[in-house]
Nanobody
Framework: VQLQAYGGGLAQAGDSLRLSCAAS????????VGWFRQTPGKEREFVAA????????YYADSMKFRFTISRDNAENTAHLQMNSLKPEDTAVYYC??????????????????????WGQGTLVTVSS
């Protein structure tokens, strides 16, 4: 499956942005999707994940009350709604997918190397 992340841009603190991850080339509902973010010099950080059906969602503790992950399998798209943005949310955001997602525990889904498919990343810049 090929993934393309988009929707990033420049925002001010307190604003909202919605990132999207468009998938093609596979049966999207078979893949769990994760969102990660990365800043220069740091490791890729888990943000949120969603099961193939969309029933189960998971969040990093620091983002669970501001970010919402969702998906529309009919449109082959996953989304990350980000509210109350902070300057520290500035990063390149990546979506990732894997067919083995449903076999993973919470620890495993936070490991970037477990995901086989990645989008190219979309930059989010939040100014104060």
């Amino acid at each position: 499956v090929q993934l393309q992340a988009y929707g990033g841009g420049l925002a001010q603190a307190g604003d909202s942005l919605r990132l999207s991850c468009a998938a093609s080339g596979g049966t999207f509902s078979l893949y769990g999707v994760g969102w990660f973010r990365q800043t220069p010099g740091k490791e890729r950080e888990f943000v949120a994940a969603i099961s193939g059906t969309g029933i189960n969602t998971y969040y990093a503790d620091s983002m669970k009350f501001r970010f919402t992950i969702s998906r529309d399998n009919a449109e082959n798209t996953a989304h990350l709604q980000m509210n109350s943005l902070k300057p520290e949310d500035t990063a390149v955001y990546y979506c990732a997918a894997d067919r083995n997602f449903n076999r993973w525990n919470r620890y495993t889904m936070e490991i970037p190397s477990k995901y086989d498919y990645w989008g190219q990343g979309t930059l989010v810049t939040v100014s104060s």
